[in-house]
T-cell receptor, first 114, second 112 residues
Framework: DGGITQSPKYLFRKEGQNVTLSCEQN?????MYWYRQDPGQGLRLIYY???????QKGDIAEGYSVSREKKESFPLTVTSAQKNPTAFYLC?????????????FGEGSRLTVL | GQQLNQSPQSMFIQEGEDVSMNCTSS?????WLWYKQDPGEGPVLLIA?????ELTSNGRLTAQFGITRKDSFLNISASIPSDVGIYFC????????????FGAGTRLTVKP
């Protein structure tokens, strides 16, 4: 079945460590996105990519990095520079190259920093 | 960046009651999307609206794209326990189609 797969679902990290969250889609979507979700807040955009080998910063890109080497994959690295990384991270994709279309979300990855 | 103003923040209702929530912005939107998120899962699209004044239904759910293009409403009729979750409005403002914005969500609790 087509969809978006995020892994791991749960991740624990010690302070000072980098971690990478995986996002894979087999929907043949051009655009992919990473959002951060904190309790009581809407989803905030970290990075997005409309095409392979190109990506743009969102509102809260500091402390995060991404790559888009393949159309299907858009991994997110949470670096040690991110001061408050504990959150629920959501990956999404859309058909349109722009951001006017519907977003299809993965099931999320919950990162906890110990 | 600008976020959407979604209200109410939470609702506690009895099974069978109707529910109404809304989303407003100071900017004009070309698209309004309504998502539902179950605990520990990613949001799932419920309804998409693309034209001012548009009224669209999906089962017991009805959403409308406001005439001013600065607001949208979602109604749920005859609520059931599985309606529990967080409902988000979303959309890109007219001034930047590459910028999908989300409301803070309405957390719905349905008591049997």
């Amino acid at each position: 079945d087509g969809g978006i797969t995020q892994s791991p679902k749960y991740l624990f990290r010690k302070e000072g460590q980098n971690v990478t969250l995986s996002c894979e889609q087999n929907l043949n979507h051009d655009a992919m996105y990473w959002y951060r979700q904190d309790p009581g807040q809407g989803l905030r955009l970290i990075y997005y990519s409309q095409i392979v080998n190109d990506f743009q910063k969102g509102d809260i890109a500091e402390g995060y990095s991404v790559s888009r080497e393949k159309k299907e994959s858009f991994p997110l690295t949470v670096t040690s520079a991110q001061k408050n990384p504990t959150a629920f991270y959501l990956c999404a994709s859309s058909i349109l190259g722009g951001n006017t279309g519907e977003l299809f979300f993965g099931e999320g990855s919950r990162l906890t920093v110990l | 960046g600008q976020q959407l103003n979604q209200s109410p923040q939470s609702m506690f209702i009895q099974e069978g009651e109707d529910v109404s929530m809304n989303c407003t912005s100071s900017s004009i939107f070309n698209t309004w999307l309504w998502y539902k998120q179950d605990p520990g899962e990613g949001p799932v699209l419920l309804i998409a609206l693309y034209k001012a004044g548009e009224l669209t239904s999906n089962g017991r759910l009805t959403a409308q794209f406001g005439i001013t293009r600065k607001d949208s409403f979602l109604n749920i009729s005859a609520s059931i326990p599985s309606d529990v979750g967080i409902y988000f409005c979303a959309g890109p403002p007219e001034y930047n189609n590459n910028d999908m914005r989300f409301g803070a969500g309405t957390r719905l609790t349905v008591k049997p």
